[in-house]
C-alpha cells in the first residue's frame, strides 16, 4: 500500500501569511494527488486535484504542485477562513489512502 | 444541485451486519465513479472503498477487505455498502462522496455522513 506522510501536523500561522503543506508518497503516484479542507463538523472539501489543477469555486491563493513522490499545497495569504484541517489524498492505485492531516491554526 | 444522501447508519453490536445506503441526485450517477470514506471523531480520513462507473473496478481498504462490499444500482441512482463482521473500530462516521470522473481521480462532492457505532 502507498503511504502518504504530510508534514507539518500541525501548523500555526497568521493571516497574510504564506503557508506550504508537504505530502510524501512512499513510492512513486505519477500527478495522482488531491488535497481537501475539513472543517469541524464538516464534510471535506476539494481543493485541487491532478496535483495541481485547482477545483471550480476555489480561490486562486491556493495552488498545488508535485509529482513522483513529493507534493505541496500552499496558500499564498491566508484568510480567516483558512484555518481548518488539510489532508492529500493518493488516487494513483488501490487501496487509495490519506495522509494524516495537517490542522493550520490561527498564531 | 448535486447531493449525495448517506443513511443506514445506528448502533450495532460487535460481529453484526449493516447496510450503508448513499441517494444521488442532480448529476448522471451513471457517469461517475463513488467512493465511501470514513471518520472517526477527531481522528483523520480512512478511505473505504470505491467503485468505478460500471462496476468494473472496485477497491477497499486493507482494513475492511473481506468484510465490507460496496455495490451500485446506477437505474437507481445508489451506492451501497454491506459491511458484515463488523468491528468496534469500524465505528466512524461514514461519508459517500461522488468522484469527478469515472474512475477514481478526486471525490468532488461528499454527503454529511452517517453515523455507525459497533458496540455492545
Known amino acids: 500500500d502507498i503511504q502518504l506522510t504530510q508534514s507539518p501536523s500541525f501548523l500555526s500561522a497568521s493571516v497574510g501569511d504564506r503557508v506550504t503543506i508537504t505530502c510524501r508518497a512512499s513510492?512513486?503516484?505519477?500527478?495522482?494527488v488531491a488535497w481537501y479542507q475539513q472543517n469541524p463538523g464538516k464534510a471535506p472539501k476539494l481543493l485541487i486535484y491532478?496535483?495541481?489543477t485547482l477545483q471550480s469555486g476555489v480561490p486562486s491563493r491556493f495552488s498545488g504542485s508535485g509529482s513522483g513522490t513529493e507534493f505541496t499545497l500552499t496558500i499564498s495569504s491566508l484568510q480567516p477562513e483558512d484555518f481548518a484541517t488539510y489532508y492529500c489524498q493518493q488516487l494513483n492505485s488501490y487501496p487509495i489512502t490519506f495522509g494524516q492531516g495537517t490542522r493550520l491554526e490561527i498564531k | 444541485e448535486v447531493q449525495v444522501v448517506e443513511s443506514g447508519g445506528g448502533l450495532v453490536q460487535p460481529g453484526r451486519s449493516l447496510r450503508l445506503s448513499c441517494g444521488a441526485s442532480g448529476f448522471t450517477f451513471e457517469d461517475y465513479a463513488m467512493h465511501w470514506v470514513r471518520q472517526t471523531p477527531g481522528k483523520g480520513l480512512e478511505w473505504v472503498s470505491g467503485i468505478s462507473w460500471n462496476s468494473g473496478s472496485i477497491g477497499y481498504a486493507d482494513s475492511v477487505k473481506g468484510r465490507f462490499t460496496i455495490s451500485r444500482d446506477n437505474a437507481e441512482n445508489s451506492l451501497y455498502l454491506q459491511m458484515n463482521s463488523l468491528r468496534p473500530e469500524d465505528t466512524a462516521l461514514y461519508y459517500c462522496a461522488k468522484d469527478m470522473g469515472r474512475r477514481p481521480s478526486a471525490p468532488d462532492y461528499w454527503g454529511q455522513g452517517t453515523l455507525v457505532i459497533v458496540s455492545s
Open positions: 513510492q512513486g503516484i505519477s500527478h495522482y
Open positions: 491532478a496535483a495541481s
